[in-house]
């Protein structure tokens, strides 16, 4: 079945540091790819998402490419700041048939950036 | 825009009891809505797929009696948690998608305690 890694967290990073979160799945077919961003005490928000390989989702200065060859998406951001801090999830969408529209997540990535 | 809310927020019940939690998209019709489960420092577990009209679907190894879920309307869908136990603690998050689009938008979430 589908099923999606991400890279373990907790990451931990300074103010204006440059920031990559592994994503790599398995599926089949051509699934739809999203991250997700959960702030805390607030419910997962998408942040970007890519349709098809070699779209770039791109949002809030945060940039993921779907790349097919390696089965990846991560998610990289030039310059994190301290409101980035959240749990970040990589998740993919089935391609069709009974799988249509069902996510399958990540185990999520906590990030905490510093001042 | 896409906006899907939840009631309660959050809940403390007794074991033995029944609690029910709804699901809300407020602007958009919304034919299908997914039910997740989300343990503390975990991922997203899909419970059940919520077709307006029609019987869920639901994921292996989650009991349909134990979790009803009811699709009443194009905006509403609730999940009730029966004979609610220690064990079902838990933050329940649903979503929900436009036809038109492959994108699931969260409701905030839900944290239910079973004492």
């Known amino acids: 079945g589908d099923s999606v890694t991400q890279m373990e967290g907790p990451v931990t990073l300074s103010e204006e540091a440059f920031l990559t979160i592994n994503c790599t799945y398995t599926?089949?077919?051509?699934?739809?790819l999203f991250w997700y961003v959960q702030y805390p005490g607030e419910g997962l928000q998408l942040l970007l998402k890519a349709t098809k390989a070699d779209d770039k989702g791109s949002n809030k200065g945060f940039e993921a490419t779907y790349r097919k060859e390696t089965t990846s998406f991560h998610l990289e951001k030039g310059s994190v700041q301290v409101s980035d801090s959240a749990v970040y999830f990589c998740a993919l969408s089935g391609a069709g048939g009974t799988s249509y529209g069902k996510l399958t997540f990540g185990q999520g990535t906590i990030l905490t950036v510093h001042p | 825009g896409a906006v899907v809310s939840q009631h309660p927020s959050w809940v403390i019940c007794k074991s033995g009891t029944s609690v029910k939690i709804e699901c809300r998209s407020l602007?958009?019709?919304?034919?299908?809505m997914f039910w997740y489960r989300q343990f503390p420092k975990q991922s997203l577990m899909l419970m059940a797929t919520?077709?307006?009209?029609?019987?869920?679907?639901?994921e292996q190894g989650v009991e349909k009696d134990k979790f009803l879920i009811n699709h009443a309307s194009l905006t509403l869908s609730t999940l009730t948690v029966t004979s609610a136990h220690p064990e079902d603690s838990s933050f329940y998050i649903c979503?929900?998608?436009?036809?038109?689009?492959?994108?699931?938008?969260f409701g905030p979430g839900t944290r239910l305690t079973v004492l």
């Open positions: 919520s077709n307006e009209g029609s019987k869920a679907t639901y």
């Open positions: 602007d958009f019709q919304a034919t299908t």
């Open positions: 979503s929900a998608h436009p036809r038109t689009s492959d994108t699931q938008y």
């Open positions: 599926a089949t077919g051509y699934p739809s």
